[in-house]
C-alpha cells in the first residue's frame, strides 16, 4: 500500500454491531515465543525453559509444553485485524483482556472483533473514537484471549495537525 493510500476503513466505515474476521491465521512458533518473552524481559521460565516445563508443569493442559506469552498472543491478535480495523489511525488503550486457554508452539491463532462503539472525538475534529470486543481462536475453534480495544482513526481525508483540536 502505498504511503499516500487513501484506502480505508475510515471512522466514517464503522458502525456499532459491525464484525471482523481475520483474513489468515498466524501461526505460533516456539521461536516466535522465546523471542518475544526475552525481548520483553519475562523471566518466566514457562516461555523459554523446556526442562523446566516437563519438570513443573508435566500435567494437562501444558504437558511439559512452552506456553507462549499472552502479551504474544494478544499482540497477534491485535495485528490480524489492523488491515480492517485501526489501519488509519492508532490504539488508545486496551481493557478487559482475559487469557482463556494456553497457546502453544505450533498453534494457529484467527482473530474477530465486533463494533461495541463509535463515536466522535472531543479533542481532534476530524477523528473518531472506535471501541472494539476482540477474541483470538486456536485451530481447534478454542477462544484463547478476550479483550476490548479502543483506537482513534481518521475520517476521510482528515490529516494530523499536531496541534490539539486542529484537523485537517
Not at 79 to 85: A, F, N, P, R, S
Not at 103 to 121: L, M, Q
Amino acid at each position: 500500500m502505498s504511503q499516500n493510500s487513501q484506502e480505508g476503513p475510515f471512522f466514517e466505515d464503522f458502525m456499532v454491531g459491525q464484525r471482523f474476521r481475520s483474513k489468515v491465521g498466524r501461526t505460533v512458533t516456539d521461536v516466535d515465543n522465546i523471542w518475544f518473552t526475552l525481548l520483553t524481559n519475562n523471566s518466566n521460565q514457562i516461555h523459554f525453559n523446556k526442562d523446566y516445563t516437563e519438570k513443573y508443569f508435566a500435567g494437562e493442559p501444558f504437558r511439559g509444553r512452552l506456553v507462549v506469552n499472552g502479551f504474544l498472543t494478544l499482540s497477534i491478535v491485535a495485528g490480524l485485524l489492523v488491515e480492517q480495523t485501526s489501519q488509519n489511525g492508532f490504539m488508545l488503550g486496551i481493557e478487559n483482556v482475559k487469557f482463556l486457554n494456553p497457546v502453544f508452539g505450533g498453534d494457529t491463532i484467527y482473530a474477530e472483533a465486533e463494533v461495541t462503539e463509535v463515536r466522535e472525538s472531543k479533542s481532534r475534529p476530524g477523528f473518531g473514537i472506535v471501541k472494539i470486543k476482540t477474541w483470538g481462536y486456536n485451530q481447534r475453534g478454542e477462544k484463547v484471549i478476550e479483550f476490548d480495544r479502543i483506537f482513534m482513526v481518521r475520517k476521510r481525508g482528515a490529516t494530523w495537525s499536531g496541534e490539539k483540536g486542529k484537523s485537517q
